[in-house]
């Protein structure tokens, strides 16, 4: 029957992009719909959300000021 084996092939590449660039345009799947990213997501916050509440040494906004008054920002 080739018309069902072709209707098989038509399904699967609706499905499937056959090319990368296709599979790029494709939108990735929501965070909630992804337990890997959800999980991801929680473990970054938890090692890193104490870091990024810290202030920014003193040292290092010096440097970012001479940085931008250099680059004449």
Not at 14 to 26: C, E, F, G, V
Not at 41 to 49: I, K, V
């Amino acid at each position: 029957m080739p018309g069902a084996a072709n209707g098989m092939d038509q399904n699967r590449d609706r499905r499937t992009p056959a090319t990368p660039a296709a599979r790029a345009s494709q939108p990735s799947p929501e965070p909630a719909a992804d337990p890997f990213g959800l999980w991801l997501q929680a473990r970054l916050h938890q090692l890193y959300d104490g870091v990024t509440r810290e202030p920014i040494p003193p040292e290092l906004l010096r440097l970012i000021e001479e940085d931008r008054h250099r680059r004449g920002g």
